[in-house]
């Protein structure tokens, strides 16, 4: 990986806006006609300018393009050379064939990433973070079960569709849809009368063949809204309707709101049936209006069946965390006083908690670090605290990721990079099953060295791509951060190794990915075609897919070849870590953290090694020294270890060696 990203280094964000064909907008609405089209098929070659049914629309290639055969290949919807011409017939077609899934071939062996050269910053301490506000106890559904409340057609609407109407989801036909193409299209259910929302069954359309993002809404009055379900997933295997349960919720409003799916932006449901307790609504507890506050969650009552129930409380890192009184413009708090106040940081806007550490009038959002200054962050709290109930942030929730890499960045004196987000590296960390194997310290340990060596290649979250290769820094504009082997993989080179044209190959993303045979196979691996090797700026479009691309190299990637080591040119001197990967096995950084070897060279040592190997694996090495102190504390790089955050204390914390020198 390369190593420019760090601490220190002033960078300049440059956020490349992409237009690439899963994100080209919104299909048109109007009918054309279809007939004598035969339905998209990847084993088919399509000549200039051919025309296909596909999804119950007309697509057409442009003018001076083919296609030829390939499987999987890409379905005209997700590929930018084909253009949707309106639906077919005004919306009546035939179930289309679904698209094979990818069979993600073996991932080759990189070679070493050169390290870009940058200064090492001098680390602050740790601030102490003091303990958040207790948990809202959340209500359980009340004896008897619940029934099904959804709504008739009439009083479903949608914030656009193309022709598939809103009504079609309650038609109790899982041959019919709703769709929407876009990030944040909404399709919302009025149940007529505020009840205790228990549970929501949903069928997607082409369930079978990709799974589908979302965030499910419920609202007292039809303009505050409160997530029960936050960057939910479906299962991807099936076009039954699924059940996601939630904590009880009162509300009469009822919304899904899509994110698109794991093939295009397209949300497309076939059916939604809203579930609730049966003995209807609770009177919700009256929101204080104190200053600045958000609208509070409604706690509710629970009715009485043959008894009246005790609540259950969310247990740590679930929903539903309480907000404090609203921070109040011009009021002097006293020392220790908690408020709650809405702040934006880059890309999230988010309510928090908030303690005074002197007393004062200052604002939160403009005085507080993670532990430090007029005001302490003590945890994201409302609607802004996302679900958890499953997965990976059962391990490592949202509160955690702030202390690792908080928006306001105490250490490295910076802020977060916008495109990092709990949210989305918590889709990505589920989609890709991430930190499953063991028991529950070694999961914690492989979350730890996760972010341990992420801490050294963004410093600190501060950078999602290589600072050497940005204006104002020596690698811009040159030749050296195209990062170019003029590999054929994935076809003619993108790239050029004697002039700055062409494709850029520079580090991007957590993992600070580099070198143009690493995104050919990081993006045959993950999406089985060559979408993050002719758009490298994908990552920054696309933060899930940023993430998943980190995932894979932990997963997968069983380190440098280390020819440095075996070839050395005449005259050259042998890097002086050669001697010391002798004895280690050639494995992924995953494996390196869930399996143990007779040689004793295991644990966090063989992460290092999976990363940068003979480059950092020798006595003294910073870039060890500083992912060692991320890890497991020991001075360097911060006090707030990876270890210590996820509280794994004692003998959980020993695991083969930390060093790989």
Same mark, same amino acid.
């Given at each position: 990986? @390369? ?9 300049? &964000? $440059? ?26 098929? *990847? ?18 290639l442009c003018a001076a393009c083919s296609r030829a055969a390939s499987c999987p290949g890409f379905a005209p919807d997700a590929d930018n050379w084909w253009t949707n ?61 619940? $029934?099904?409340?959804?709504?008739g057609s009439g009083s479903v609407t949608a914030s656009t569709n193309d022709g598939n109407v809103p009504g079609n989801t309650v038609d109790n036909s899982l041959s ?5 193409? /876009?990030? %944040?299209? #909404? ?5 007529g009368t505020s009840r205790t929302i228990t549970r929501v069954r949903i069928g997607f359309y082409s369930g079978n063949t990709r799974q589908s993002r979302f965030d ?12 029960? &379900?936050? %960057?939910?997933?479906?299962? /991807? ?9 939630? @904590?009880?919720?009162?509300? +009469? #409003?009822?919304?899904?709101?899509? =994110?698109?799916?794991? $093939? ?10 809203? =579930?609730?307790?049966? /003995? ?42 309480? !907000? ?5 413009? %011009? ?7 908690? $408020? ?10 988010? #309510? ?12 939160? !959002? ?8 007029? #005001?302490?962050?003590?945890?994201? !709290? ?62 914690? +340990? ?61 580090? +991007? ?38 993430? +998943?691309? @980190? ?13 440095? *080591? ?25 494996? @390196? ?41 020991? %001075? ?26």
């Amino acid at each position: 990986m @390369a190593a420019g990203s760090l601490p220190g280094i002033v960078r300049v &964000l $440059v956020v490349a806006v992409l237009a690439i064909g899963a994100f080209a907008g919104a299909a048109p609405a109007l009918a054309v006609d279809c007939s004598g089209l035969s339905e998209w098929s *990847c084993s088919t070659s399509y000549g200039l300018g051919a025309s296909v049914r596909y999804n119950g629309s007309k697509y057409t290639l442009c003018a001076a393009c083919s296609r030829a055969a390939s499987c999987p290949g890409f379905a005209p919807d997700a590929d930018n050379w084909w253009t949707n011409n309106g639906t077919c017939d005004g919306g009546t077609s035939p179930t289309p064939t679904p698209t094979p899934t990818p069979t993600n071939p073996p991932s080759a062996t990189p070679t070493p990433t050169p390290t870009s050269p940058g200064p090492t910053a001098t680390p602050s301490p740790t601030p102490t973070i003091g303990p958040g506000p207790t948990a809202t106890p959340t209500p359980t559904t009340p004896p008897g079960g619940d $029934v099904e409340v959804t709504p008739g057609s009439g009083s479903v609407t949608a914030s656009t569709n193309d022709g598939n109407v809103p009504g079609n989801t309650v038609d109790n036909s899982l041959s019919t849809r709703w769709s929407a193409n /876009g990030d %944040g299209h #909404w399709i919302k259910y009025d149940l007529g009368t505020s009840r205790t929302i228990t549970r929501v069954r949903i069928g997607f359309y082409s369930g079978n063949t990709r799974q589908s993002r979302f965030d499910l809404q419920v609202s007292a009055d039809n303009t505050t809204w409160t997530n029960v &379900l936050t %960057g939910a997933m479906s299962g /991807g295997t099936t076009t039954q309707q699924e059940s996601f349960d939630f @904590a009880d919720t009162s509300g +009469r #409003w009822v919304r899904y709101l899509g =994110h698109g799916n794991t $093939v295009n932006a397209w949300n497309s449901i076939l059916e939604l049936d809203v =579930h609730a307790t049966s /003995g209807g609504g609770p009177t919700p507890t009256p929101t204080p209006t104190t200053g600045t506050q958000p609208t509070a969650t409604p706690t509710p009552t629970p009715t009485p069946a043959t008894a009246t129930p005790t609540p259950t409380p969310t247990p740590t890192g679930g929903p539903g965390r309480a !907000c404090a009184a609203g921070w109040s413009s %011009g009021t002097s708090y006293a020392q220790g006083a908690i $408020v709650s106040r809405q702040c934006t940081e880059g890309r999230e806007t988010m #309510w928090r908690n908030y303690r005074s550490n002197f007393g004062g009038s200052s604002d939160p !959002c403009s005085d507080s670090w993670l532990g430090g200054t007029g #005001w302490s962050q003590q945890g994201t !709290c409302g609607s802004s605290f996302y679900n958890c109930t499953s997965g990976t942030c059962l391990l490592f929730n949202q509160d955690h990721f702030d202390r690792t890499w908080p928006l306001k960045n105490y250490w490295a004196v910076g802020k977060r990079a916008d495109t990092y987000t709990w949210k989305e590296f918590r889709m990505a960390a589920d989609q890709d099953a991430m930190f499953t194997t063991g028991d529950t310290n070694m999961r914690k +340990r492989e979350v730890a060295a996760y972010f341990a060596n992420k801490d050294q290649e963004t410093g600190i979250g501060q950078y999602d791509r290589e600072i050497y290769c940005q204006p104002g820094n020596p690698g811009f504009g040159t030749v050296n951060c195209n990062y170019c082997s003029a590999n054929t993989e994935c076809g003619t080179p993108k790239c050029s190794t004697t002039s700055t044209s062409g494709n850029k190959y520079f580090g +991007r993303g957590p993992v600070q990915l580099s070198w143009d045979y690493n995104y050919c196979r990081a993006s045959k691996a993950i999406w089985g075609d060559n979408r993050l090797y002719d758009t490298p700026d994908l990552m920054f479009s696309d933060p899930v897919a940023m993430w +998943r691309v @980190a995932n894979w190299y932990w997963k997968t990637q069983i380190g440098p070849t280390y020819p440095e *080591c075996t070839s050395v040119p005449p005259g050259h001197p042998v890097p002086q870590g050669c001697p010391n990967l002798v004895d280690w096995p050639r494995e992924s950084a995953r494996d @390196a953290m869930t399996t143990t070897d007779a040689s004793g060279n295991y644990g966090f040592g063989g992460t290092i090694r999976a990363i940068n190997g003979a480059l950092e694996c020798h006595s003294g090495n910073t870039g060890q020294t500083n992912r060692i102190a991320f890890y497991a504390g020991g %001075g360097g790089a911060r006090q707030a270890n990876m270890l210590d955050i996820l509280g794994v204390t004692g003998s959980a914390r020993v695991y083969g060696r930390d060093t790989c020198d």
